[in-house]
């Protein structure tokens, strides 16, 4: 007798970072970061993203995360809000590549 499986796999794996972000990986940008982008990218907790996204830049501010927080504030209807973060993280983003251009490509 055939039957039908079904499983939430966005929204248990929406759950997943809260418990993987109790580790040693809490005190790195990049995981919050990454925990942010997955809920949004799957169209999850907007809400619980932008909290990911100020714990991201609370550990180190960043063209990176402050995108993600532009992210979550434009699901969020905070147009306004977002706009004014993206343009931070683009002048963030834009001193970071002079930085790179004056002191110049790493040597191989």
Not at 1 to 25: C, E, T, W, Y
Not at 79 to 101: H, I, P, T
Request: glycine share 4%; net charge positive; no cysteine.
């Amino acid at each position: 007798m055939p039957f039908k499986v079904s499983v939430d796999v966005p929204h248990i794996f929406g759950q997943s970072p809260a418990k993987q972000l109790r580790s040693l990986s809490q005190y790195s940008w990049v995981s919050w970061d990454e925990g942010a982008n997955y809920l949004l990218d799957n169209k999850l907790d907007a809400q619980q993203a932008l909290k990911y996204a100020d714990t991201s830049i609370q550990n180190e501010e960043r063209f990176e995360n402050l995108i993600t927080k532009s992210r979550a504030l434009e699901r969020l209807d905070k147009k306004d809000e977002a706009l004014a973060v993206r343009n931070k993280a683009f002048k963030k983003g834009n001193s970071a590549a002079d930085s790179y251009v004056r002191v110049g490509a790493p040597e191989r």
